[in-house]
């Protein structure tokens, strides 16, 4: 609603089944804009020139980290220890957790074991419990139980956070009355905080990114892209 009244234009939504589903809408030009992941957004800028309209802020950054985290009390002491222990990642498509974990000095083939279970709450859980000897969340889920039953053992660098995209149908005009209509929004503003808070309960705004933000990401996952 906020943005069909600042383009003076229907925008109508439309809920994909899984981020592929969205990747694939957006290099199509099904859709004209898309709420992606940081690795969705460079598959899509590669295979169908989709262009960056803003990146969104969590608690006042307009970046995040991956950390790896251990039980509070583990033995566990640095990235080398984890060489034949047991690790929790969330999702298989997040390409991003395993680059981050192999950039921190860890191949996956050192783990004893690893899985796949979904969310990051689920992760802290299966640490925090001895399911796993460590995992890999969100920085905000780290700070959240650092100290209350985990422990933060690496941190990556920052890295750009999700994004708003626009599809290659959408000219130049309109994407520059879209970006303004998103670095428009204030938190301050409560009309303005409803409208930040509908896409996501963590965010506080949006602010503006470029293409070379991204780099980082490109060459994390550089390795995985030559398997494909």
């Known amino acids: 609603d906020y943005l069909s009244k600042s383009i003076n234009r229907p925008v109508l939504?439309?809920?994909?089944?899984?981020?592929p589903a969205a990747i694939k809408d957006t290099i199509d030009g099904t859709i004209d804009l898309s709420y992606l992941t940081p690795v969705a957004y460079l598959d899509a800028h590669a295979k169908g020139n989709a262009r960056l309209i803003v990146k969104t802020i969590t608690q006042g950054e307009g970046a995040f980290k991956l950390m790896i985290i251990v039980k509070e009390n583990s033995p566990i002491k640095s990235v080398a220890d984890l060489a034949g222990k047991s690790f929790a990642f969330g999702d298989k498509a997040a390409l991003l957790q395993r680059a981050v974990v192999i950039e921190a000095g860890i191949p996956l083939e050192k783990f004893q074991d690893y899985k796949f279970i979904g969310h990051y709450d689920n992760i802290v859980?299966?640490?925090?419990?001895?399911?796993?000897?460590?995992?890999?969340?969100?920085?905000?889920?780290?700070?959240?139980?650092?100290?209350?039953?985990?422990?933060?053992?690496?941190?990556?660098?920052?890295?750009?956070?999700?994004?708003?995209?626009?599809?290659?149908?959408?000219?130049?005009?309109?994407?520059?009355?879209?970006?303004?209509?998103?670095?428009?929004?204030?938190?301050?503003?409560?009309?303005?905080?409803?409208?930040?808070?509908?896409?996501?309960?963590?965010?506080?705004?949006?602010?503006?990114?470029?293409?070379?933000?991204?780099?980082?990401?490109?060459?994390?996952?550089?390795?995985?892209?030559q398997q494909k």
């Open 13 to 19: 939504l439309k809920l994909s089944p899984n981020m």
């Open 125 to 225: 859980r299966a640490v925090m419990h001895g399911d796993f000897d460590a995992g890999i969340v969100k920085d905000t889920m780290a700070y959240k139980w650092q100290g209350q039953g985990i422990r933060i053992l690496y941190s990556s660098a920052d890295l750009p956070p999700y994004n708003i995209s626009a599809s290659k149908n959408v000219d130049d005009a309109l994407l520059e009355k879209l970006r303004t209509a998103f670095l428009s929004l204030d938190k301050n503003k409560p009309e303005h905080l409803a409208v930040i808070k509908a896409l996501d309960e963590n965010y506080d705004g949006f602010a503006p990114t470029n293409d070379a933000e991204y780099d980082i990401v490109r060459k994390l996952i550089k390795p995985f892209a």
